[in-house]
């Protein structure tokens, strides 16, 4: 499976944005980017999923960089709420339909 | 109205019990999942099924097996339950057949199994 690299957590103020990287060096042409997350005592909820373009939906945004190396879920405006873990995982469009989760990104949110 | 639904909640039991969990989805999607979060919090597949059919078993001891009635039911069986099951339990589904559909999956509340 190709792997993704993501900070282990990150802090931020209420009403701020927040931006979560990930690092997908080995990621092949038709991986999909998928962003997951999982609130407290939750299961894991979809957020948003791109392949190559920018894309964006009413929980985020997720820029991807022009290799697709690399990409970022961008939180508009942090609520508390949105407190949780983030996970970006890659998907082939039929890869057994598998999802591989990663330790993903612990956001804390400041009030 | 509830899209993936799960029950147990909890289930706390002794070594050497059989259990069953059972998940169903309205959604109408033809894939189904279980998946096995340990203390460490890490998530991990255990089993999918498709249309009814076994897609994937990653390697998960054979006292768990999974069946499938229909395509809205997914239940997970255990057999001589160990104190290294406990963990919590999700069940997902997606619709992963038609052209262009993202496979996006919808996870239930999960089961906290306890094994004493």
């Known amino acids: 499976d190709a792997k993704t690299t993501q900070p282990n957590s990150m802090e931020s103020n209420e009403e701020e944005p927040v931006h979560l990287p990930c690092n997908h060096s080995?990621?092949?042409?038709?991986?999909?980017i998928h962003w997951y997350r999982q609130l407290p005592s939750q299961g894991p909820e979809y957020v948003i999923h791109?392949?190559?373009s920018n894309v964006n939906n009413r929980m985020a945004s997720l820029a991807i960089a022009e290799d697709r190396k690399s990409s970022t879920l961008i939180l508009h405006r942090a609520t508390l709420r949105d407190a949780a873990v983030y996970y970006c995982?890659?998907?082939?469009?039929?890869?057994?339909?598998?999802?591989?989760f990663g330790a993903g990104t612990t956001v804390t949110v400041r009030a | 109205d509830t899209a993936v639904s799960q029950t147990p909640k909890y289930l706390v039991t002794q070594m050497g019990n059989d259990k069953s969990i059972k998940c169903e989805q309205n959604?109408?999607?033809?894939?189904m999942y279980w998946y096995k979060q340990d203390s460490k919090k890490f998530l991990k597949i255990m089993f999918s099924?498709?249309?009814?059919?076994?897609?994937i078993n990653e390697t998960v001891p054979n006292r768990f097996s999974p069946k499938s009635p229909d395509k809205a039911h997914l239940n997970l069986h255990i057999n001589s339950l160990e104190l290294g099951d406990s963990a919590v339990y999700f069940c997902?589904?997606?619709?992963?057949?038609?052209?262009?559909?993202?496979?996006?999956?919808?996870f239930g509340p999960g089961t906290r199994l306890l094994v004493l």
């Open positions: 997902a589904s997606s619709q992963n057949s038609l052209a262009g559909s993202s496979g996006t999956q919808y």
């Open positions: 080995t990621i092949s042409g038709t991986d999909y």
């Open positions: 791109g392949l190559t």
């Open positions: 995982i890659l998907r082939l469009p039929h890869d057994d339909y598998k999802l591989s």
């Open positions: 959604l109408g999607h033809d894939t």
């Open positions: 099924y498709n249309n009814k059919e076994l897609i």
